[in-house]
């Protein structure tokens, strides 16, 4: 124990030491407690198991606003924050003519950015 001491009592190794041991601590959180934490947390919400059905219409209001819509060739991605979005894929549809339609009403009634202009 008395060489441990003296090997870390020089002030390069104290350093080296403590970022050795930050490292292994910020690590250890990011690749197993923080997992563990938000699989927990999912298995928790309830909300989230349930499958969900939209009908969109002319007056249709989601339950939080929307901030971001991104196109894609085969899916539209709703974005309600930061670290939340909904997914719509092309398949869904019954019709395969109806995705360019579907586009076309999210863009003139839903998109927040297109409201603005």
Do not use: C, H
Not at 12 to 35: D, E, G, K, Q
């Amino acid at each position: 124990m008395l060489i441990v001491y003296y090997f870390i009592k020089t002030p390069l190794m104290t350093v080296l030491a403590f970022l050795v041991f930050a490292i292994a601590i910020l690590v250890l959180n990011y690749f197993v407690l923080a997992p563990k934490k938000y699989q927990r947390m999912y298995e928790q919400n309830n909300e989230l198991q349930r499958e969900q059905v939209y009908d969109f219409y002319d007056g249709m209001t989601f339950a939080q606003p929307i901030v971001k819509v991104v196109y894609f060739d085969d899916a539209v991605y709703f974005y309600f924050s930061k670290n939340q979005a909904m997914i719509l894929k092309k398949e869904w549809l019954e019709k395969p003519g109806l995705w360019d339609a579907f586009q076309g009403f999210v863009k003139m009634r839903i998109d927040p950015t297109s409201k603005n202009k």
